[in-house]
């Protein structure tokens, strides 16, 4: 059977030559080739159905109960591949937490999850800006967000994330954001970075979800304009003095941005 992708490095393999002439010959004889865009899918590097992803789930995830119903509820929605995948929204909720934030940036909602995911984590003053222009799909998650008891820390704002992002610059409040998540329209996203990264305070940190966007960053086509876009904020991130970052094999690829 198939072994998944990335759970033995082809290093280590060759690694392993001494423990059979004939393998380590067919090993040492092949090239070394990029893995193929195929191998990446709608949920990233490991597939919705890798055992290894199941593997992570069954030994990482803790999922609280309404998060879980309004992934259920989500998944059952036409768009649910939409949603930030759920090991990926503990690991934002454990930074959230880990820096002590109080005052969050979500630039794209959709029905709430990762809003309701980092607001129960958050102090009972904190808040989350949470940006959309879709307020159908944030419909979904209200009613969760209400029985959570974190309503009145998600403050839904339906217009587009960029014009929110400046009246929040206008009215002052320039640095004084914790943590910004990034997972909307992808041809805006250096612009949602560029202000995220004006309203985020000195050791905060902003997540860029879809940095791979389901592989298709590894030759961008000609005619593909979010994956330029992506690929081309990639690159500026790799230079970017502003920040340090790591980029994560998670979901279908998430950078964290630390400002410096």
């Known amino acids: 059977s198939k072994m998944p992708l990335l759970s033995v490095p082809k290093e280590v393999v060759v690694g392993t030559a001494m423990l059979g002439v004939a393998f380590a010959t067919g090993m040492l004889a092949g090239k070394r080739r990029p893995p193929s865009p195929a191998t990446y899918t709608e949920t990233g590097m490991m597939g919705k159905n890798s055992p290894l992803r199941q593997y992570i789930l069954d030994h990482s995830l803790r999922e609280h109960p309404i ?11 036409p768009w649910g591949r939409m949603m930030v995948s759920c090991e990926q929204a503990q690991l934002m909720a454990n930074l959230v937490k880990l820096i002590k934030a109080k005052k969050v940036i979500e630039v794209g909602v959709f029905t709430g999850y990762n809003a309701l995911n980092m607001a129960l984590v958050l102090p009972d003053n904190g808040r989350v800006i949470a940006c959309d222009i879709n307020e159908d799909y944030a419909k979904i ?19 587009p994330a960029i014009q929110t992002l400046d009246e929040l610059l206008a009215s002052g409040e320039a640095e004084t954001f914790d943590f910004a998540f990034i997972d909307a329209d992808k041809e805006n996203y250096n612009e949602y970075y560029e202000k995220c990264l004006r309203l985020i305070k000195k050791g905060g940190i902003i997540a860029i979800d879809n940095v791979f966007w389901n592989g298709k960053v590894l030759k961008p086509r000609k005619g593909d304009l979010a994956a330029q876009s992506i690929h081309r904020l990639n690159e500026k991130l790799l230079r970017d003095a502003r920040v340090n970052i790591s980029m994560l094999p998670m979901g279908d690829g998430v950078t964290l941005a630390f400002k410096l």
């Open 141 to 159: 998650g209200r009613p969760l967000w209400k029985e959570a008891g974190v309503e009145h820390k998600i403050d839904l704002r339906i217009k």
């Open 67 to 77: 998060l879980k119903k309004l992934r259920v509820l989500t998944a059952d929605h």
